[in-house]
């Protein structure tokens, strides 16, 4: 059963699932989907284009799929989506996508807590969590297992690879590769994320043979390019987590940190 407070606007053409709360002065739109178990606080807004899955926690004044900040945006019929158990906080806005990509996606079990802004076409994995007043530019890649410390702006485009973690109040103006830990001005490679990929149960091999891979590409008298080349000769070190990392910085149009 629905609990739906006598104030909240709710647009008859919404879809709702079960067992949802809906909090005071919230709005919903048509064109929006609203999965089972849901909590929706006081005063949010959630637009057309917004499908939110289930058992996510929307907190007070935060703003769903309103159009993005786009002056190139036509009216087009866009979306933006919410996985599973998400967790969005108070005055968190997540914009929906433009034709470039036609949606926004955050993931599941992700947490975005208060102030933090997404984008238009932006993609999120899942287990991501952005600290409060992060700010997304258009078009900006977060992989799974990512953490994004507070007042960090990421430049559009820009990419952060799986497990990496990025320290609070820097810019993200480069692709960050997985795994790792990002800090400094400009942002630079600190090491692995030695403390995430142990609580995550990645065992002491693969930690060491990503150890040995970034060796090669930060702290070695090789370039990215030569250093790539040399981690694909080397047969021992090219297990699933360092293919990951070669091929992450092949496809980069930006250049890594």
């Known amino acids: 059963m629905n609990k739906i407070h006598p104030t909240a606007i709710i647009d008859s053409q919404a879809q709702l699932g079960e067992n949802i709360s809906i909090g005071p002065y919230s709005i919903i739109s048509n064109n929006v989907e609203i999965g089972d178990g849901c909590q929706i606080g006081s005063h949010v807004v959630i637009s057309s284009g917004a499908r939110i899955g289930r058992e ?22 866009t979306t933006a989506e919410i996985g599973d158990r998400t967790v969005i906080r108070e005055f968190a806005t997540v914009h929906r996508g433009t034709v470039q990509h036609w949606k926004t996606v955050v993931g599941s079990d992700c947490l975005l807590m208060s102030y933090v802004h997404v984008a238009h076409d932006c993609i999120i994995g899942n287990h991501v969590i952005m600290s409060n007043a992060v700010n997304l530019g258009g078009h900006v890649e977060i992989e799974d ?5 507070g ?6 485009f820009s990419r952060i690879g799986q497990h990496s973690i990025i320290g609070g ?3 993200v103006s480069k692709d960050v590769p997985p795994y790792i830990m990002a800090a400094r001005e400009p942002l630079q490679y600190e090491g692995l994320n030695r403390v995430g990929l142990k609580r995550r149960n990645f065992p002491p091999e693969t930690i060491l043979a990503l150890k040995r891979a970034y ?3 930060y702290n070695s008298k090789y370039n990215v390019s030569d250093a790539i080349k040399k981690i694909e000769e080397t047969p021992e070190l090219m297990i699933p987590e360092v293919r990951n990392v070669v091929e992450f910085i092949k496809k980069s149009s930006r250049g890594i940190i």
């Not at 996510?56 to 935060?62: G, M």
């Open 151 to 156: 007042l960090v702006g990421v430049q559009q």
């Open 215 to 217: 060796t090669l590409i």
């Open 145 to 149: 297992w990512v953490i994004v410390g």
């Open 169 to 171: 109040l820097y810019r």
């Open 56 to 77: 996510c926690k929307i907190f007070h004044h935060a703003v769903i799929s309103e159009v993005p900040q786009d002056l190139k945006f036509a009216g087009e019929e």
